[in-house]
């Protein structure tokens, strides 16, 4: 199982995580994508887009741009969302800074948690048995703003990851099944 996809987008995939860097600065240099855009870049229809920004799973967008983070964080939930209700997806991107001090702000944005997702994806090589030394490599140089961010930060990708790598798994067993005529495009059952 390669990764050739963003996950929660079609866009290919670089072949390095600085070339995720340098597609994320790039997607931005306008200063933000319109709802069109992202519907493009997510394949997600622009009334659901906009229906998670009325129930609050996405903050609005200023003068209908979306921000790096906010396109991130459409990309977290798109990819997730067949496997977690978008209400625990929200909770779970959410706790990487549920413990500032003073508790209010946040000190990542949802672009950065992306890219330390993907930087250990990447190394994971689509194996659950590299997650560990993965997670290890991919946040070796973050600095903690608080006492314990570093271990919410990689619960937190961990989390994200055997989703990802799980659904990625229930996919493929759904194209054997449709191969072997025993699951209809159609008509999944689930």
């Known amino acids: 199982m390669s990764i050739k996809i963003l996950p929660g987008t079609n866009i290919e995939i670089p072949r390095s995580t ?11 240099l306008a200063g933000g994508l319109s709802l069109a855009q ?23 967008p200023l003068k209908n741009q979306y921000s790096a983070g906010q396109f991130f964080r459409i990309a977290i939930i798109n990819f997730l969302k067949d496997s977690l209700r978008i209400e625990l997806i929200v909770k779970l991107i959410g706790y990487v800074n549920a413990s500032l001090p003073g508790g209010s702000g946040s000190f990542m944005d949802e672009a950065v948690l992306y ?5 250990a994806l990447i190394l994971t090589d689509s194996d659950i048995t590299k997650l560990d030394a993965a997670l290890k490599t991919a946040l ?10 570093l271990k919410r930060l990689a619960t937190v990708i961990r989390i994200m990851i055997i989703l990802y790598l799980s659904s990625q798994i229930k996919n493929t067993a759904e194209l054997l099944l449709r191969n072997i005529g ?4 159609q008509n999944k059952e689930g």
């Open 38 to 60: 992202v519907s493009g870049l997510t394949n997600l229809p622009p009334h659901v887009l906009q229906n998670w920004v009325k129930r609050g799973f996405l903050p609005p």
């Open 18 to 28: 600085r070339s995720i860097r340098a597609l994320s600065s790039s997607l931005f």
């Open 182 to 185: 025993l699951l209809d495009q």
């Open 115 to 119: 890219q330390h997702f993907m930087d």
């Open 140 to 149: 070796k140089s973050f600095k903690e703003p608080y006492p314990g961010a």
